[in-house]
C-alpha cells in the first residue's frame, strides 16, 4: 500500500503524538485511585499532543490553515487547505483509563477532505485514507459491512454529555434504533465509531451535537470504505449541524428513517 508524501506526513504526526499520549495514559491509570482525579494531568497530555501535531504538520505545510481542539485557529495563506485535528478524541476514555481514545487529523481541501489519518495509540490500530485511494486499517483494505437488514445490525451511537445537547430527545431515537437493531454500543470516540463503520465492525452509527475535528477524518475513512456518512437530511451538513449518520447503503437509509420517526404520545 503506497501512501502519498502528504498522508505519510499525517501518519508521522500521529505517531509522536500517539507516542506522547501512550505515555501519559500510563500515568493515568496510577491517578485514578488519587481523589483529585487525573484531570489537569489529562488537559495537560491533550494540549501536548496537539502542540506536538501542529508543529509537525506546520512544518511540512507551512502555509495550510489548522484548526484544532485545543487551540485558536490558525488561518493559512493557502485559503484552499486546512487541517482539521483533534489530538485526544475520547478525552473521557482517557480520563478513566479505557483504552478508547484516537488522534484524528485530516486535510481538507476546497471544503473537501481528502485526507485522513487516525491513530488509536493503546490498540496500535491505524487507519488512514486518500480521496479516491480507498481505507486502511494498518495494511489491510477496508470496506464497509455488507448487512442490509437492520435486525442484523450492531448500530453505535454518541450520548449527549452532561449539560449538553437534548438527553430526551437522544432517549427517543434510542428507543427507536432499540426496537429494530440487534445490538447498540457506545464507544465513548465519535471518530473511533466512524472507523468501527469503515472497518466493517458497526453496521452504522448517529451522533449529534459533535464538532468538525470529531469527525473529519471519519467521515472520508467511510466513505472511502464504500460506506454513506451524511448529517440527518441525507446532505452533506455535517460540520454545520454537528450531526452525523452512516453506515452502508442501506442501513445508512434505515437508520435516518427510524431517527425521522415521529415522538410518541405515550
Ligand atoms: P472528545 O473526547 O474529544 O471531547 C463522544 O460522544 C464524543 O463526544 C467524543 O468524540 C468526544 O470528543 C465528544 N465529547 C466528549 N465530551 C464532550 C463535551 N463535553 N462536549 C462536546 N463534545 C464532547
Ligand atoms: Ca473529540
Request: glycine share 12%; charged share 25%; proline share 3%.
Amino acid at each position: 500500500m503506497a501512501r502519498s508524501a502528504l498522508l505519510n506526513v499525517m501518519v508521522q504526526a500521529a505517531f509522536k503524538a500517539g507516542k506522547s499520549l501512550s505515555r501519559d495514559f500510563g500515568e493515568v491509570q496510577n491517578l485514578q485511585v488519587s481523589l483529585k482525579g487525573p484531570g489537569d494531568y489529562v488537559s495537560q497530555a491533550d494540549r501536548k499532543a496537539e502542540k506536538l501535531i501542529r508543529e509537525e504538520l506546520m512544518k511540512a505545510r507551512p502555509t495550510y490553515g489548522f484548526l484544532g481542539e485545543e487551540s485558536e485557529e490558525i488561518i493559512g495563506t493557502d485559503g484552499a487547505h486546512r487541517w482539521i485535528v483533534d489530538p485526544l478524541d475520547g478525552t473521557t476514555n482517557f480520563l478513566h483509563g479505557m483504552p478508547c481514545f484516537a488522534v484524528s487529523i485530516a486535510l481538507e481541501r476546497n471544503g473537501e477532505i481528502v485526507a485522513a489519518v487516525l491513530l488509536n495509540p493503546a490498540t496500535d490500530e491505524l487507519f488512514t485514507a486518500e480521496r479516491g485511494g480507498g481505507a486502511f486499517l494498518n495494511d489491510r483494505r477496508l470496506r464497509v459491512a455488507a448487512r442490509k437488514s437492520l435486525s442484523d445490525t450492531v448500530i453505535g451511537c454518541g450520548m449527549p454529555h452532561l449539560g449538553r445537547g437534548n438527553h430526551g430527545k437522544f432517549l427517543i431515537e434510542q428507543r427507536h434504533v432499540m426496537g429494530e437493531v440487534a445490538g447498540m454500543r457506545c464507544l465513548g470516540s465519535a471518530s473511533l465509531d466512524l472507523a468501527y463503520v469503515a472497518a466493517g465492525r458497526l453496521d452504522g452509527y448517529w451522533e449529534r451535537g459533535l464538532s468538525a475535528w470529531d469527525i473529519a477524518a471519519g467521515i472520508l475513512l467511510i466513505r472511502e470504505a464504500g460506506g454513506y456518512a451524511t448529517d440527518f437530511d441525507g446532505g452533506n451538513g455535517m460540520f454545520e449541524t454537528g450531526s452525523i449518520v452512516c453506515g452502508n447503503e442501506y442501513i445508512h437509509k434505515a437508520l435516518r428513517e427510524v431517527l425521522h420517526r415521529p415522538v410518541p404520545t405515550r
